[in-house]
């Protein structure tokens, strides 16, 4: 009696380990699965599909009978759809496993020059007039954006911007992209907005800014090769006629090192 007593015993226990590992799986998988979309455009999609379950379940509950049927044959195909709509996000959320999130590793001093070096180089272009697209990775994987690019691997320094960004230099028109606080490629092209109010005074480069921002979260610099003035973009908005030292607490903020007062953009 005692020996049956202790089996079931045992095995109550192995099912509520069983069930907690379960659960902490299935919890683990869904917190990747957010750390993979955060700062993407995936967000709004995925919120949509979202939103189609669940009046798939209303529509179920309320006796619906064509709604039911038109969604049922979309849920049943629900898991194809996810790999369609996201493949790159699924590409890139793979090739992202693994790296450090940014500044992770890096001392406060080398946090520091990061901003400085970007700062002086931005106001150094804006004094000369020379156009610039910087752009800082954050959340959202760019790696999609540096195939065409020029790889550089190198700390960021202003020296360099300057001479990658010169009119004299053949990849000068395109973006410098920097990941995990390093320059990693140059020349890119980006994506230019599809924004049809945007004001035609935006040339090519605040354009270009504007629609990476309306699909990841990076942080693009941008220095108007006209007017010489400084824009910063972020989340699909556009900060114009920087100087140095708002720029430099914009980034401060932004990156974490000023966590004391928030610094709003408008």
Same mark, same amino acid.
């Given at each position: 009696? !005692?020996?049956?007593?202790?089996?079931?015993?045992?095995?109550?226990?192995?099912?509520?380990? %069983?069930? #907690?590992?379960?659960?902490?799986?299935?919890?683990?998988?869904?917190?990747?699965?957010?750390?993979? +979309?955060?700062?993407?455009?995936?967000?709004?999609?995925?919120?949509?599909?979202?939103? +189609?379950?669940?009046?798939?379940?209303?529509?179920?509950? /309320?006796?619906?009978?064509?709604?039911?049927?038109?969604?049922?044959?979309?849920?049943?195909?629900?898991?194809?759809?996810?790999?369609?709509?996201?493949?790159?996000?699924?590409?890139?959320?793979?090739?992202?496993?693994?790296? %450090? *999130?940014?500044?992770?590793?890096?001392?406060?001093?080398?946090?520091?020059?990061?901003?400085?070096?970007? #700062?002086?180089?931005?106001?150094?272009?804006?004094?000369?007039?020379?156009?610039?697209?910087?752009?800082?990775?954050?959340?959202?994987?760019?790696?999609?954006?540096?195939?065409?690019?020029?790889?550089?691997?190198?700390?960021?320094?202003?020296?360099?911007?300057?001479?990658?960004?010169?009119?004299?230099? *053949?990849?000068?028109?395109?973006?410098? +992209?920097?990941? $995990?606080?390093?320059?990693?490629?140059?020349?890119?092209?980006? *994506?230019?907005?599809? $924004? *049809?109010?945007?004001?035609?005074?935006?040339?090519?480069?605040?354009?270009?800014?504007?629609?990476?921002? !309306?699909?990841?979260?990076?942080? +693009?610099?941008?220095?108007? !090769?006209?007017?010489?003035?400084?824009?910063?973009?972020?989340? $699909?908005?556009?900060?114009?006629?920087?100087?140095?030292?708002?720029?430099?607490?914009?980034?401060?903020?932004? /990156?974490?090192?000023?966590?004391?007062?928030?610094?709003?953009?408008?």
């Amino acid at each position: 009696m !005692e020996e049956l007593l202790s089996l079931g015993i045992n095995s109550d226990w192995g099912r509520i380990v %069983n069930t #907690v590992l379960d659960l902490l799986l299935v919890w683990y998988i869904g917190y990747r699965v957010l750390l993979l +979309i955060k700062g993407t455009k995936t967000v709004r999609v995925l919120v949509g599909l979202i939103l +189609i379950v669940i009046v798939f379940a209303l529509s179920k509950f /309320l006796g619906l009978m064509t709604s039911s049927w038109i969604l049922d044959n979309f849920v049943n195909s629900f898991v194809f759809i996810l790999i369609v709509v996201f493949q790159q996000d699924i590409r890139r959320g793979l090739s992202k496993m693994g790296r %450090n *999130p940014f500044f992770q590793g890096v001392s406060t001093l080398e946090e520091v020059f990061f901003i400085e070096e970007l #700062v002086k180089a931005a106001t150094s272009l804006s004094n000369k007039r020379i156009g610039a697209l910087i752009v800082i990775e954050r959340d959202a994987d760019l790696t999609d954006y540096t195939e065409e690019g020029t790889a550089i691997d190198s700390k960021v320094t202003r020296e360099l911007i300057q001479a990658i960004m010169h009119t004299t230099s *053949p990849i000068h028109d395109g973006a410098i +992209i920097i990941q $995990n606080g390093m320059m990693t490629y140059a020349g890119c092209f980006l *994506p230019l907005s599809s $924004n *049809p109010k945007l004001s035609h005074e935006f040339g090519t480069r605040h354009r270009a800014a504007l629609g990476l921002s !309306e699909e990841t979260d990076a942080i +693009i610099i941008v220095v108007s !090769e006209e007017t010489g003035k400084i824009s910063l973009v972020m989340d $699909n908005q556009i900060t114009r006629d920087l100087d140095g030292n708002t720029l430099k607490k914009v980034l401060q903020n932004t /990156l974490g090192l000023q966590k004391s007062k928030k610094w709003k953009v408008t």
